[in-house]
């Protein structure tokens, strides 16, 4: 339980660090996840080593009820995913990267393959605070 519960912090930072470094350009968001999976296969993919999901809920930790309620309701009105079933796991051979050296930096979001965070739904996290008018619990 405590090993899962430190997981899940890492997580959540590592999605937060995502979007703080992804705000200058998207090739700085190495959390690569598969935007095609079904939520069946991120379950399973979440059992191993590899892959870990993370909940967008978990940016809001520490915002009061109605700004925390607020931020997920815009960002759930984008339509973008709730969680992400990111790669945890070094790529051997890709400097511990899946999509992260992809020369196409166009396809990093693009919704087929294995995209980044932030290249594909960073606009929508950021937007969903700023029209609550809410700081971002990180830097931008």
């Known amino acids: 339980m405590f090993k899962r519960t430190l997981t899940n912090i890492g997580a959540g930072v590592a999605l937060a660090a995502a979007v703080a470094l992804g705000t200058g350009t998207a090739a700085y968001a190495h959390e690569c996840f598969n935007p095609n999976r079904s939520e069946q296969g991120n379950a399973g993919a979440s059992n191993s080593q590899a892959w870990f999901t993370v909940h ?9 009820e109605e700004d925390a309620a607020c931020v997920l309701d815009a960002y759930a009105a984008t339509g973008a995913p709730m969680s992400f079933t990111i790669h945890v796991k070094g790529a051997n051979g890709q400097d511990g ?6 020369p196409h930096e166009d396809k990093a979001g693009d919704g087929q393959g294995i995209d980044e ?17 809410v700081d971002l619990p990180f830097p931008v």
């Open 97 to 102: 990267v899946v999509a992260g050296n992809n």
């Open 56 to 64: 967008v809920e978990e940016l809001t930790a520490g915002l009061s």
């Open 117 to 133: 965070i932030f290249a594909a739904h960073g606009a929508d996290i950021v937007t969903s605070f700023e029209v609550c008018g």
